[in-house]
């Protein structure tokens, strides 16, 4: 198989085209060239999949206050308060942004409708009916498709980061020179060389066996930039989402927190409401809380599921509200105007992941990380319902900015991008037995689901653990031996994921938003500000901690 670099450096190469990637190619200056990659096709993300909306405080001063409160309270008070100010005070001019490149948001007269969420104290979610991430996606990429200096390419799985230290000179500051990219078309892999890179590839809730996510969201990025040495936060906040359609069928099929926001109910099969006896908010708790709540009630009554009600809306405010969902359920002979639909919890969201400053920028020059790849400290241990899109939006922008303003700097100030050595495979075969990769892949998922989900105990993470470092030097060792593919590139990206969560898992001694561990049940004051590190540079010692921060700790 021949496998061949670019000639020239490409000025930005996008690694994933969601939100986050999109709204980042977009935003920076047309005189740079800009290379946008999707490992399948360009809608395969968690992006067009979103439903309930974009949260943005559109009411004025009071409104910001009380979004920064809410998303602070559903973080556990984990969330870094200068971030969350920042990105909230960016939630206006996002939407009017997209207004001006024609998103076509639900309105009712002159103003946005404005949904409601868990966790929310106000009606401040902005959306398209119910399949807001479709609309979006649509925007964005009429907008691209008329842009030249931008280049979609799908079908394009990048296979690990190309930095000065993967080169072998680690004397020079780590510096990312590019990616080494499978070509599934043609099963090349192509070295693309670049002056600045942004990992936009989303998030991990794969490394689970139920998930409301598409089949590729296996945390590439995270895995990727692990390896090339960026530190990686709070990987133990894997959000549950409390309301996926319960039918085998369906695979994954959210049910949008928005119906909870218009009124829809949680019920038991007997018709009995059980969410006030959790939480004074009810159906609109904070995320962790209903999923926990859920999962408490299936396993006390040894049910398959619980039920969301809100047929006593009628058809009418159903089909204006909810029209893509109904529509679905339908398919599956669920009627959500006349009966409560069958729900369970399912991964959903990875609130942490690669560490990055305010402009997304990470641990190694000319790295950035945006959207549900990176840690930017807006969601803390519980991420509030629609703060991701707006965050892909913000951090987008923040990336695209800074690329444009260091551009002409960094070519003044670094050496040009060396030539990278070509994609070396002289040493692997073809792949013998491919049952071992999808084997691997279940048994990964299984042990994720049942031992590190929405209720957790040091022994079961600990057998976790163990079956991971197993399968990890299974899977290092078939990596090593064979020709890649795409299935085996995702399960290597999964597998260092699954261990990094269970890792930071394992090193927070309480329990915290999606965090919670029968051995820890407490949240201790002294960690409410700590985040969970795993720093490369501490392999062989201590991989991942959750360090007491300085200010927290009891003086004298
Ligand atoms: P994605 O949209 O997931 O895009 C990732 C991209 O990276 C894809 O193009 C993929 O092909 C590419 N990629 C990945 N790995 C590689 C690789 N190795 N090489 C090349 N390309 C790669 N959030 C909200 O704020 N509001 C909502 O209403 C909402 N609803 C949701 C509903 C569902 C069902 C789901 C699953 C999520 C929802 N979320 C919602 C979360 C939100 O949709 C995601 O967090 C967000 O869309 C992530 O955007 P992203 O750009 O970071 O990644
Ligand atoms: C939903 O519509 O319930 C998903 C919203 C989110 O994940 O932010």
Not at 176 to 191: K, M
Not at 422 to 447: F, G, K, M, Y
Request: proline share 5%.
């Amino acid at each position: 198989m021949p496998h061949s670099s670019l000639n020239s450096p490409i000025d930005v190469l996008i690694i994933g085209s969601g939100a986050a990637g999109l709204s980042a190619a977009l935003r920076l200056p047309s005189y740079l060239t800009v290379l946008l990659l999707s490992k399948s096709s360009i809608n395969a993300g968690s992006t067009p999949w979103a439903q309930g909306g974009i949260a943005a405080a559109l009411g004025g001063i009071d409104d910001i206050e009380q979004h920064i409160q809410d998303t602070c309270r559903a973080g556990n008070e984990l969330p870094d308060v200068a971030v969350v100010r920042r990105v909230v005070e960016a939630g206006a001019e996002q939407i009017d942004w997209l207004l001006a490149l024609g998103m076509p948001f639900s309105s009712e007269s002159t103003h946005l409708h404005l949904t409601r969420e868990g966790g929310h104290g106000a009606r401040r979610i902005a959306h398209a009916a119910d399949h807001t991430g479709r609309t979006l996606m649509e925007t964005l990429l009429d907008t691209v498709h008329a842009r030249t200096n931008i280049t979609v390419r799908e079908h394009q799985l990048a296979v690990d980061l190309i930095t000065t230290h993967r080169l072998g000179h680690i004397d020079q500051p780590n510096r990312c020179l590019g990616a080494y990219v499978l070509d599934l078309q043609s099963d090349r892999v192509n070295a693309l060389r670049a002056q600045h890179v942004i990992l936009a590839t989303g998030g991990a809730a794969k490394a689970y066996l139920y998930t409301t996510n598409p089949d590729g969201s296996t945390g590439d990025g995270i895995a990727m930039g692990w390896r090339a040495g960026c530190r990686v936060a709070n990987m133990e906040f894997m959000q549950f989402h409390p309301t996926c359609l319960f039918e085998p069928r369906a695979k994954s099929f959210l049910i949008s927190e928005a119906v909870r926001g218009e009124g829809g109910v949680l019920l038991l099969p007997d018709g009995t409401r059980f969410m006030p006896n959790y939480h004074p908010d009810a159906e609109l708790a904070p995320r962790d809380v209903v999923a926990r709540a859920i999962d408490s009630e299936i396993k006390r009554l040894g049910i398959d599921c619980v039920y969301l009600d809100i047929s006593f809306k009628g058809r009418a405010f159903i089909e204006e509200h909810f029209p893509m969902i109904h529509q679905r359920c339908l398919q599956y002979g669920y009627d959500m105007t006349t009966q409560p639909l069958p729900v369970v919890p399912a991964a959903h969201y990875t609130c942490g992941g690669i560490v990055v400053d305010e402009h997304g920028h990470t641990d190694i020059a000319g790295l950035y990380a945006i959207g549900e790849t990176s840690h930017t400290g807006l969601h803390g241990a519980n991420r509030l319902a629609s703060n991701s899109l707006l965050e892909c939006l913000v951090y987008g922008e923040a990336a695209a900015r800074h690329i444009a303003e260091r551009h002409d700097l960094a070519h003044s100030r670094n050496p040009p991008i060396p030539a990278v050595p070509d994609w070396d495979d002289s040493q692997v075969t073809d792949a013998d037995e491919a049952v071992i990769v999808t084997h691997n892949w279940d048994e990964l998922r299984r042990a994720m689901w049942d031992y590190v989900g929405i209720v957790r105990t040091t022994k079961r993470l600990q057998r976790a653990e163990h079956r991971i470092a197993l399968l990890r030097r299974e899977i290092q060792d078939y990596y090593a031996h064979f020709r890649v593919s795409n299935n085996l590139i995702e399960l290597r990206n999964l597998v260092d994921v699954a261990d990094l969560i269970v890792r930071s898992a394992l090193s927070r001694h309480e329990s915290r938003g999606l965090h919670f561990t029968r051995d820890y049940p407490e949240s201790l004051p002294a960690l409410a500000h700590a985040n969970t590190l795993c720093s490369p540079s501490n392999v062989g010692h201590k991989l991942c901690e959750t360090p007491i921060p300085a200010s927290s700790e009891p003086s004298g």
